[in-house]
T-cell receptor, first 114, second 112 residues
Framework: GAGVSQSPRYKVTKRGQDVALRCDPISGHVSLYWYRQALGQGPEFLTYFNYEAQQDKSGLPNDRFSAERPEGSISTLTIQRTEQRDSAMYRC????????????FGQGTRLTVV | QKEVEQDPGPLSVPEGAIVSLNCTYSNSAFQYFMWYRQYSRKGPELLMYTYSSGNKEDGRFTAQVDKSSKYISLFIRDSQPSDSATYLCAMRSIQGAQKLVFGQGTRLTINP
């Protein structure tokens, strides 16, 4: 596609429910990253992939958060048993390779846990 | 203390003014320094990137890195209303791949 596509754009869920956020990176981009951005803050790193391999998941807050990219393209970030503190903008980015300096960000998924 | 500190502003200046945006950082391993621009309801977009110390100029934008002081700056000359956005500094180490560490962002408004 022309850019990084994330879906849904907005997600409201009840506390305790599981949610899955989807990222479709730019075609041909090897590296894919997940960030979380709270209102008025900069993005905070969660995890990243090269192809289908998860290279670093040190930013995932706890074991309720997981991510996968099974075929090296589309990625899913899953949050289990959501809590109100999980409410934030979740942003995906992709780049040609991990040493490429330019990562292109998607428009994000705004998650609200009520 | 955060690894990257950035004054959130807001900063409001008249059209045509020179704007100076700054970040300080604490991790001496950071080697790549970026400035992202983020318009409302949009994702961040890369504006400038600098490796190690020095200056880089691109049109009306100049990025400066002073590693000895752990201080980076972005200057915008002849500022335009279309420059109104949030500016985020970001940085990473050589080993850090794209594990970018962002500042809080400075909200900038250019008044016509």
């Amino acid at each position: 596609g022309a850019g990084v596509s994330q879906s849904p754009r907005y997600k409201v869920t009840k506390r305790g429910q599981d949610v899955a956020l989807r990222c479709d990176p730019i075609s041909g981009h090897v590296s894919l990253y997940w960030y979380r951005q709270a209102l008025g803050q900069g993005p905070e790193f969660l995890t990243y992939f090269n192809y289908e391999a998860q290279q670093d998941k040190s930013g995932l807050p706890n074991d309720r958060f997981s991510a996968e990219r099974p075929e090296g393209s589309i990625s899913t970030l899953t949050i289990q048993r959501t809590e109100q503190r999980d409410s934030a903008m979740y942003r995906c980015a992709s780049s040609l390779g991990e040493m490429n300096t330019e990562a292109f960000f998607g428009q994000g998924t705004r998650l609200t846990v009520v | 203390q955060k690894e990257v500190e950035q004054d959130p502003g807001p900063l409001s200046v008249p059209e045509g003014a020179i704007v100076s945006l700054n970040c300080t950082y604490s991790n001496s391993a950071f080697q790549y320094f970026m400035w992202y621009r983020q318009y409302s309801r949009k994702g961040p977009e890369l504006l400038m990137y600098t490796y190690s110390s020095g200056n880089k100029e691109d049109g009306r934008f100049t990025a400066q890195v002073d590693k000895s002081s752990k201080y980076i700056s972005l200057f915008i000359r002849d500022s335009q209303p279309s420059d109104s956005a949030t500016y985020l500094c970001a940085m990473r180490s050589i080993q850090g791949a794209q594990k970018l560490v962002f500042g809080q962002g400075t909200r900038l408004t250019i008044n016509p």
